[in-house]
C-alpha cells in the first residue's frame, strides 16, 4: 500500500525540554520562596504525570477548553510539588510556570526535525502531529519555526481524546485526507504512538532517540532519530 501520510508526536519526538523540567520548577519556585530540590522535583513530576487522567476533555465545552487545562495542569504540578504545593505562594508560581511552557524558550527543536519534515513533504506526503498536548502546542510550533513544515496540527484537548485512543488518529487522518492504511506514525512512547497507531490502523515506527530499547511489538521498526526515519522511508 503506498504511503500518502506521516504524522509525528510532537514532545520527545520533535522537541524537547530545554533543560531538565525539575531544574526548571525548582529555579521558578525559588522566586516565590519555594525551595525544591530538582532531582526530587523531577521524579515527582514523573509520578504525577503518570497518574493523571488523559489530557482530554470530552463533553467539555470549548468555550471552557482553557480552564480545562489550565485545572489538569495545575493538579499535576501541586501533586509534584508535595508539600510545597500547600504554600501560599504556589498559585503564583504555577501561573509562572504555565505561562514559561508555552514560550518557546522552554523548549529545544531536535537539529534533525525541520530537514525531515521538509523531506516528507518534498516526496508529495501529508505531514500532521498527533500529540497529547494542550492548546499551547499551536503557538509553540509556530514560535519554534515548525507550524509551517506541516500540514494538520491534532492535539488531544481540542481533539477531545487523547493518545493511544485510535479516534484521535482518525481525525488527523480525516483533515489530511488520506485513509489509515496509507498512513504512518512516528513517535517516542510505545503505547501511545506505537500501539495507538497500529490500533487505528496506521504504520507504526518508535523514535527511540535515547536509546532505551523498550519491548515493541513484532515488525515494528525503531529509529533513533528523524533523519534515519526519512532514509527507511527512501529505501
Known amino acids: 500500500m503506498p504511503l500518502g501520510a506521516v504524522t509525528l508526536d510532537a514532545a520527545g ?23 525544591l530540590a530538582p532531582a526530587e522535583v523531577e521524579r515527582g513530576f514523573r509520578t504525577a504525570l503518570a497518574a493523571a487522567p488523559p489530557l482530554a476533555f470530552p463533553g467539555g465545552s470549548p468555550a471552557r477548553l482553557a480552564d480545562h487545562e489550565r485545572a489538569w495542569w495545575y493538579a499535576v504540578v501541586r501533586r509534584t510539588f508535595g508539600a ?5 505562594h504556589f498559585d503564583a508560581c504555577f501561573a ?36 497529547n498536548f494542550d492548546t499551547r502546542l499551536v503557538g509553540l ?13 491534532v492535539h488531544s484537548t481540542r481533539a477531545g481524546v487523547a493518545k493511544p485512543d485510535p479516534a484521535i488518529f ?25 500501539e495507538g497507531a497500529r490500533a487505528a490502523g496506521l504504520r507504526a515506527v518508535l523514535v527511540d532517540r ?15 532519530t528523524l533523519a534515519e526515519l526519512v532514509a527507511r522511508l527512501e529505501s
Not at 25 to 35: C, D, E, K, N, Q
Not at 84 to 88: L, R, T
Not at 179 to 185: D, F, K, Q, R, S
Not at 210 to 224: D, I
Request: proline content about 8%; glycine content about 8%; cysteine-free.
Open 84 to 88: 510545597a504545593g500547600m504554600s501560599s
Open 13 to 35: 519526538t520533535l522537541f524537547e525540554v530545554a533543560e531538565p523540567v525539575g531544574t526548571t520548577y525548582a529555579r521558578l519556585a525559588a522566586r516565590h520562596g519555594i525551595t
Open 210 to 224: 535515547e536509546g532505551r530499547l523498550a519491548p515493541l511489538p513484532p515488525g515494528v521498526p525503531r529509529v533513533r
Open 170 to 194: 482518525h481525525l488527523a487522518l480525516e483533515a489530511l485526507g488520506v485513509p489509515p492504511a496509507e498512513a504512518l506514525h512516528a513517535g517516542n512512547e510505545v503505547v501511545a504512538d506505537v
Open 141 to 153: 510550533l509556530d514560535q519554534l519555526g515548525l507550524a509551517p513544515l506541516v500540514d494538520r496540527i
Open 96 to 131: 509562572e510556570l504555565f505561562d514559561f511552557y508555552a514560550r518557546a524558550a522552554a523548549w529545544r527543536v531536535f537539529a534533525d526535525a525541520p530537514e525531515a519534515l521538509r523531506a516528507l513533504r518534498a516526496r508529495g506526503l501529508r505531514v500532521g502531529v498527533v500529540s
